[in-house]
């Protein structure tokens, strides 16, 4: 499969501090591809410098084609990018905020008009400051996709959102997926990428520290286990220690269970801490 993102030994220092330390990996045409780690560790950073916003300090980039450093607008038209934090025009309505950008890309109003229905945005009148923050951000996604990018970046879209309103973006990830959309999330929601993500890198301090589909990610770091419950107690037992439930008396055992690794489990397994969210 075609690549759409072409990164090798990418770096970026801020005088003393190393924010990407030499990262090298690559995005398929088509998937959606999750860029996971903590706060501080490299994600907002290294999309800054995939979309031309900040020049690397060392390494090669390709974009859809294009290198960022040289040709920033041209990449612009090819991409959309959702940033963490909402820059719409908070005095302006959802559909004013889409017809400002609709006209700096020369697209057709008709384009406005469809992203409001997909979005269902059409009813909402009043200014953008009004909004939830959920609506914001449907209208931030909309905004983005104004010009049928081929990839969209996605920094934390769902950070801070009520858990259904968190559902319905990520509802709308998969249905830009199917429609043949390439899409780059950064998150620190592990249970999101493992629900939406055809393959994650996982980065901490700077450095990508894995990077797999979530299903071989679990089953490379992950510990699967056996809980079993008995009259006197509840104990742990490895599937690689699987012979040891044979010692036990069937009279005495209450359940029974496996239990599978999360991507969180893996987290934890390469860096020795959990993820802060």
């Known amino acids: 499969m075609e690549n759409i993102i072409e990164v090798e030994n990418l770096s970026k220092k801020f005088k003393e501090n190393v924010a ?25 950073t290294t999309i800054r410098m995939l979309t031309g916003q900040l020049l690397p300090s060392g390494g090669a980039i390709q974009v859809c084609g294009i290198d960022p450093t040289k040709e ?15 820059n719409l025009y908070s005095d302006l309505n959802a559909e004013q905020n889409l017809k400002l950008f609709a006209d700096l890309y020369s697209i057709d109003h008709k384009r406005v008009k469809e992203l409001l229905e997909m979005f269902k945005l059409t009813d909402m009148k009043e200014p953008v400051k009004k909004l939830s923050k959920g609506l914001k951000q449907r209208v931030l996604i909309a ?6 990018p081929e990839l969209l970046f996605l920094d934390e879209p769902t950070i801070g959102l009520d858990p259904n309103i968190a559902k319905e973006i ?13 899409v780059f999330l950064t998150t620190h929601y592990m249970e999101e990428a493992d629900a939406l993500c055809d393959r994650v890198a996982i980065i901490n301090e700077g450095k990508i520290i894995a990077l797999d ?19 006197s107690e509840i104990k742990r037992y490895s599937f690689e220690n699987i012979k040891a ?16 690794p999360t991507l969180e489990d893996v987290f934890i397994a390469l860096t020795g801490r959990r993820i802060e969210k």
């Open 143 to 148: 905004r983005a996709l104004i010009h049928n």
């Open 245 to 260: 439930l044979s010692s036990l008396n069937p009279k005495k055992i209450r359940s029974i269970h496996s239990t599978e």
């Open 213 to 231: 589909s979530p299903h071989e990610l679990r089953l490379k770091y992950g510990k699967r286990e056996f809980i079993v419950e008995t009259d």
């Open 72 to 86: 920033e607008k041209k990449l612009a038209m090819k991409i959309g990018v959702v940033p963490e934090i909402q």
């Open 20 to 44: 990407v330390d030499d990262i090298s990996f690559q995005v398929k045409k088509g998937e959606i591809f999750g860029f996971l780690g903590p706060n501080g560790a490299g994600k907002t």
């Open 170 to 182: 990520r509802k709308i990830i998969k249905i830009l997926k199917e429609e043949g959309k390439t």
